[in-house]
Nanobody
Framework: QVQLVESGGGLVQAGGSLRLSCAASGRSFSNYAMYWFRQAPGKEREFVAGITWSGRSTNYADSVKGRFTISRDNAKNTAYLQMNSLKPEDTAFYYC????????????????WGKGTLVTVSS
């Protein structure tokens, strides 16, 4: 069993930065690909970024490419999402998720989900 807890959300002005963290408890964090998804009010949840268990492969949604960076520290059982040049359209709940030896790209069937952290970008 793996539990995921997101942190780092908040209110930021357009053009600003935030770093989200996803802390995992339980065993074998390093066996899981980690992902960030987001869901804005009234919209469907969408893939934001993914990283393989080793960190060697990453993938991003076109809407965040060049602005967001996903990373992980297996020694700390934590995944991160560095968000730069934030835009009002990035406002959403951000969720981390894990999939056992998953790819870095968007896939279905996550094994674990966090409860989310809210990011609000003001114009």
């Amino acid at each position: 069993q793996v539990q995921l807890v997101e942190s780092g959300g908040g209110l930021v002005q357009a053009g600003g930065s935030l770093r989200l963290s996803c802390a995992a408890s339980g065993r074998s964090f390093s066996n899981y690909a980690m992902y960030w998804f987001r869901q804005a009010p009234g919209k469907e949840r969408e893939f934001v970024a993914g990283i393989t268990w080793s960190g060697r492969s990453t993938n991003y949604a076109d809407s965040v490419k060049g602005r967001f960076t996903i990373s992980r520290d297996n020694a700390k059982n934590t995944a991160y999402l560095q968000m730069n040049s934030l835009k009002p359209e990035d406002t959403a709940f951000y969720y981390c998720a894990g999939k056992y030896f998953g790819p870095s790209g968007a896939v279905d069937g996550m094994d674990y989900w966090g409860k989310g952290t809210l990011v609000t970008v003001s114009s």
